[in-house]
C-alpha cells in the first residue's frame, strides 16, 4: 500500500496550508480537508444498528469516489483528532472501508466543515435531530440517547432535571419531547431494555410500549386487589423474559398472567381477565391525551377522573350458588357493573322465558363503559378511541379514521386488499355502527376520506374490490361473534363502542349527530318527488 501522504491532490494540500497559514481555530466555522484516519465516529452514536441502506450508499459513495455534501465535524478541546458533529457516522466507515479495500486518495482526503465545540449535549441532540430527520433510529435507541443527554446535561448543569425541565431543555436544543412521551421513552430505557433487549431491537414502536406500561399496571393492580400480599414485580419480569422475540407475542403474554394470577389467588381466570381490563381502562381514562411535539402544552382529558360519578345500576336477584364455584354475588365489585338479561319491567313481572333468575353467563361482570361522559365531542372520541382499539388488536389493522361528525369515527379504505373474512365481517360491522353510509348527505361529510370519494364519484365497484360487498349480516356470528380470531378483548370492546353509540344515539337528535337533513326529511323528500312525478305523469296521460 502507498503511503498515504504521498496522495495529497496539489490544490487540497494548498487548500489545507492556507487553512493552517490563516489562523483558523476550533472556535470558528470553517472548510477544511481531514484524512480519515483523523476523524472517528462520534462516541455516543444514538443510532445502535448498522444502516439498513448501508450498501446502498456505499454504491453510491464508490461511484462518485467520493461524498456528495461536505461532513461536519467537531474537536473536543482536549482532542487533537475530529469527530463527526451531527450524522455522518455511516459515511464516514463507508470512506474508511472504501480506503482499505481501493487505496484511492478520493476516500482518503475529505472536504470537512469544522464546527465549533459547544459541549457533550450539544453534539448529541445535534445526533439525535439529524437521526429523527432521517428516520433512522428505532424507539429504544432513541429512548437510550435520551438517558444519555438527560444525564449529560445533568452533570453541566451540576443538578437533577425533572421531566418538565428535560422537556424545556430538549425544546431549547431544537429537539422538542413532551413529557409524557419522556415518560414513555424512559419506561423502555430503564424498565423493558433489560427484559426485552430482542423486541426492542426488532423496533417494537411506540403504541406496543404504552401497551406493555398499561398491561404491567393493570395486572399489579389486579394482583394486590386479590392477595396483596404477593408481589408482581417479579412475575412481570419472568414472563417478559420468556416471550422476548422479534414479535412480541401479546395474546401469549397476557394469557401466561391471567393463569398465573388465578392460579394463586384462587379466581376464576375470566373475572382476573376482566378485571385487567377494566382497570386498562381506567389507565386509559385517567391519563392526558398526546399530540407530538406540543413542547410543555399539558392536554387534559375531557372528563376528569376525580369528577366521574357511579353509574346507578339495577340490582337483580340474587344467583344461586353453583357447586365448585363462587357465588357471583359475592366477587369483588372494583370498576365492574352487572348486565341483566331483563329490563326493569320483566325483572318485576318475570322473564318471558319463564326463567327466574338471568343466566349466569349474561350477568357475568363487565368492563364499566364510561356512561358519564354526556357531551357529544366526548362521547365522539371515546368511540373512536374503542373503534382503534378494536382495530388495534386484529391481525391487519383496519383504517380507522377520527371524524367529527356522527359517532366519531369512520373507515375508509385499507391500503391493502381485505381476504381474511373475519377482517371483512369486521369491517362491514364497523361501518354499519359508523352510520357512515347511510345517506349520500353523509357521506358528503366526509368528502376527504377515499371511500367516500369513490361513492361521491360513482366509483363505488373500485372500493369494493378493496373490501368487497357489503357483508351479509347472517354470517356475522359465525365469521367474528363465534370465533377465535376475534380476541376477547376486542369483543368486549365492540360491546362498549355499542353501548357508546347507543348513548349518541338515544341523547342527540339526528340533525346534531350529522351535521345535514335527517334520514326522516330524506324519505319526505323522496315521497314528494314521487308524488310530483306521479301527478305529471297523470296530467299528461290527461292530455
Not at 79 to 92: F, H, I, K, P, S
Amino acid at each position: 500500500m502507498n503511503s498515504p501522504n504521498n496522495k495529497v491532490p496539489v490544490a487540497d494540500a494548498y487548500f489545507c496550508q492556507q487553512s493552517v497559514w490563516s489562523g483558523i481555530d476550533a472556535q470558528t466555522t470553517h472548510h477544511q480537508v481531514l484524512t480519515i484516519d483523523r476523524i472517528k465516529p462520534y462516541d455516543r452514536n444514538p443510532r445502535r444498528t448498522i444502516n439498513p441502506l448501508y450498501n446502498e450508499i456505499k454504491a453510491s459513495i464508490r461511484a462518485k469516489c467520493g461524498l456528495n455534501s461536505l461532513l461536519t465535524v467537531t474537536q473536543r478541546p482536549e482532542d487533537t483528532d475530529y469527530m463527526v458533529a451531527a450524522g455522518g457516522n455511516t459515511r464516514l466507515l463507508i470512506l474508511k472501508e472504501l480506503w482499505a479495500e481501493l487505496t484511492l486518495d478520493c476516500f482518503y482526503h475529505i472536504h470537512c466543515l469544522v464546527v465549533p465545540w459547544l459541549s457533550d449535549s450539544q453534539a448529541l441532540s445535534a445526533h439525535l435531530i439529524e437521526n429523527e430527520l432521517r428516520g433512522e433510529m428505532t424507539l429504544i435507541d432513541k429512548a437510550l440517547a435520551l438517558r444519555d443527554l438527560k444525564i449529560q446535561l445533568e452533570h453541566e448543569r451540576g443538578q437533577s432535571l425533572s421531566g418538565r425541565e428535560f422537556s424545556r431543555r430538549l425544546k431549547q436544543l431544537g429537539y422538542p419531547i413532551s413529557p409524557r412521551q419522556l415518560t414513555r421513552f424512559n419506561y423502555a430505557a430503564e424498565r423493558l431494555e433489560p427484559l426485552i433487549p430482542i423486541a426492542l431491537a426488532a423496533g417494537l414502536g411506540s403504541f406496543s410500549i404504552e401497551k406493555l406500561r398499561k398491561i404491567e399496571a393493570a395486572y399489579s393492580k389486579c394482583l394486590e386487589n386479590f392477595d396483596s400480599t404477593q408481589s408482581f414485580e417479579p412475575l412481570f419480569a419472568q414472563t417478559l423474559l420468556k416471550y422476548d422475540s422479534e414479535c412480541l407475542d401479546f395474546e401469549a403474554l397476557e394469557c401466561t398472567l391471567n393463569n398465573h394470577i388465578a392460579v394463586n389467588t384462587g379466581q376464576p381466570f375470566s373475572n382476573v381477565r376482566l378485571r385487567v381490563e377494566a382497570l386498562m381502562l381506567d389507565v386509559s381514562e385517567s391519563e392526558p391525551c398526546e399530540f407530538s411535539a406540543l413542547g410543555d402544552l399539558a392536554i387534559e382529558p375531557a372528563i376528569s377522573a376525580k369528577l366521574v360519578q357511579p353509574v346507578q345500576t339495577v340490582t337483580t336477584p340474587a344467583l344461586p350458588t353453583n357447586p365448585g364455584h363462587e357465588n357471583p354475588q359475592k366477587e369483588p365489585t372494583g370498576n365492574f357493573d352487572r348486565l341483566s338479561n331483563q329490563s326493569p319491567e320483566k325483572s318485576a313481572e318475570g322473564s318471558d322465558n319463564g326463567l327466574d333468575q338471568p343466566l349466569p353467563f349474561i350477568t357475568a361482570p363487565t368492563i364499566n363503559t364510561p356512561l358519564h361522559l354526556t357531551d357529544l365531542m366526548s362521547l365522539r372520541n371515546r368511540c373512536y378511541d374503542l373503534a382503534q382499539q378494536i382495530s388495534s388488536n386484529l391481525p391487519l389493522p383496519l383504517a380507522v379514521k377520527p371524524w367529527q361528525q356522527g359517532y366519531g369515527f369512520y373507515l375508509d379504505l385499507p391500503e391493502q386488499p381485505i381476504q381474511d373474512e373475519m377482517l371483512y365481517f369486521v369491517f362491514w360491522l364497523l361501518i354499519g355502527l359508523s352510520e357512515q353510509h347511510f345517506s349520500m348527505e353523509r357521506v358528503k361529510l366526509a368528502q376527504d376520506m377515499k371511500f367516500a370519494q369513490l361513492i361521491l364519484t360513482d366509483q363505488e365497484r373500485n372500493a369494493y374490490a378493496v373490501v368487497g360487498s357489503p357483508a351479509p349480516l347472517a354470517n356475522l356470528g359465525h365469521s367474528v361473534f363465534l370465533t377465535t380470531k376475534f380476541p376477547e378483548n376486542a369483543l368486549v370492546t365492540l360491546f362498549q363502542l355499542i353501548q357508546l353509540s347507543r348513548q349518541i344515539r338515544f341523547s342527540f337528535r339526528e340533525s346534531d349527530i350529522f351535521e345535514c337533513i335527517t334520514l326522516e326529511q330524506i324519505r319526505l323528500r323522496d315521497q314528494i318527488a314521487k308524488v310530483a312525478d306521479y301527478q305529471i305523469t297523470e296530467g299528461d296521460n290527461d292530455e
